[in-house]
Structure formats: C-alpha cells, structure tokens
C-alpha cells in the first residue's frame, strides 16, 4: 500500500516532448521521510529472496536502486547511457515512448549466477526493463525481479517484461 510519499510525485506536462507526462520524483527525494518509506516499500517483496546484486540504468534508478541495495545488504551495478564507462562493456538498445537509446554494463559488473533485483523509478513501455533484464541475462544473471516506484498501466509496459516478478509502489490507471 503506498504511502503519503506518493503525493511527493508530481506531473510535469510536455516533458521532455509535447504529449508526455513526466513523473517528476525530486520532490521524493528530497524529503527524508518520503525517500525512507518509499525504498521500504520498493524493496518489501524482495527482501525474502536472496538478492546480491541491485542493477538500475541511470539516472533517476541510480538514486533508489542504490538505496535499495543498501537496504537489501546487496552490491549495486549501474547500467549507464551509450559511451559513460571506462572499460569493456554489454549493451541493450531499446526504445522508449520518445526515442531510442542504449544501456551499458561493465563485461565483469556481474558474477555468473548472481541473483539480481532491477529497480527504477517509472515503468512506462517497458522498453528500458526489457533492456536493463536483457544485461543482466548477458552478463551471467539470474533475474530475481523488477521493483519500480510508478507503474503507467496504460502504456502496457509489464507486456515486455515475460514472467519476472514485477512490484511498483504506486500504479497509475
């Protein structure tokens, strides 16, 4: 069940192109209070199931799936945009409801067998998921599940993410 923190969310029209709302977290973060809950809630399903990796794509997933991987006492793996990591990388190209982009991950980011907990801030298309599950499966993985803090059940995003677990703490109709 969510939280008051959910009223930190706001929208933001026409962002960053005409006909998208973007949901705009600062708010939640930076209210300690609504932070705090907000992990809780995101990391709740997960807690009972052998985490050791928390992977999130930048820029707003590195912010709560960082805390979610202290919470779960689990490693972090950044999954950054096209050309931000120094070293040998796996890529993922997907598409979101504005464009095209890429995923990046260090070759070694990921021990094989490793059970790893995807979290981000919006599930919208799918397309970031699908491409964030297809890195961890790449370098060796095994997917534990997806936690987001906003679901946009409308865009049908869940469609691209097969059987994984899928947890949000707040689902948008």
């Not at 705009?24 to 992990?39: E, F, H, N, Y």
């Not at 298309?125 to 679901?151: D, H, K, P």
């Amino acid at each position: 069940m969510a939280g008051d923190w959910q009223l930190l969310i706001r929208d933001v029209p026409d962002f960053p192109r005409a006909g998208i709302v973007f949901k705009d977290i600062t708010p939640l973060l930076a209210d300690p209070a609504g932070l705090r809950s907000c992990v809780d809630e995101l990391v709740a399903p997960f807690e009972n199931r052998s985490v050791d990796l928390v992977a999130a794509p930048e820029a707003r997933g590195f912010v709560v799936g960082s805390m979610a991987a202290v919470r779960l006492d689990a490693g972090f793996v950044p999954l950054r945009k096209r050309g931000k990591l120094p070293r040998e990388t796996l890529h993922a190209d997907y598409e979101l409801e504005y464009g095209s982009e890429r995923l990046e991950m260090h070759t070694d980011a990921i021990v094989d067998g490793a059970r790893v907990l995807l979290v981000d801030d919006v599930l919208a298309t799918g397309g970031t998921a699908a491409a964030s599950a297809r890195l961890v499966t790449l370098g060796g993985g095994e997917l534990v599940g997806f936690s987001f803090i906003v679901e946009l059940a409308f865009l049908d995003g869940r469609r691209q993410l097969g059987r994984a677990h899928i947890a949000a703490a707040v689902t948008v109709e």
